[in-house]
């Protein structure tokens, strides 16, 4: 069993921060990477950023220079660190793993149920 499990939401001004935590726990072997998506009401889903094991990042253009992501893999812990916050980024936030259980385990997505950031103008 694999879980997921976001922190650090919450409602904020714009222009103001807020730091996302994403927990996997359970039976994990390996992370391949960690990535974050959000969902806007009305919207389709959208990646935001990803995390590979070795540490690449790679950021959605409209959060480019502003969100950064990073990554524990002591802890099988990401985080965003959301910066100068815009009301256009009022979403849910959810994390997202590629993670093998066990050796020769086939690599799977795992997902969080979310966690809502409200940015107000």
């Known amino acids: 069993q694999v879980q997921l499990v976001e922190s650090g939401g919450g409602l904020v001004q714009a222009g103001g921060s807020l730091r996302l935590s994403c927990v996997a726990s359970g039976r994990i072997f390996s992370i391949a990477a960690m990535r974050w998506y959000r969902q806007a009401p009305g919207k389709q889903r959208e990646w935001v950023a990803a995390i590979t094991k070795s540490g690449s990042t790679n950021y959605a253009d409209s959060v480019k220079g502003r969100f950064i992501v990073s990554r524990d893999i002591a802890k099988n812990t990401a985080y965003l660190q959301m910066n100068s916050l815009k009301p256009e980024d009022t979403a849910v936030y959810s994390c997202?793993?590629?993670?093998?259980?066990?050796?020769?385990?086939?690599?799977?997505?795992?997902w969080g149920q979310g966690t809502q950031v409200t940015v107000s103008s």
């Open positions: 997202n793993a590629a993670l093998s259980r066990w050796p020769g385990d086939d690599e799977r997505d795992y």
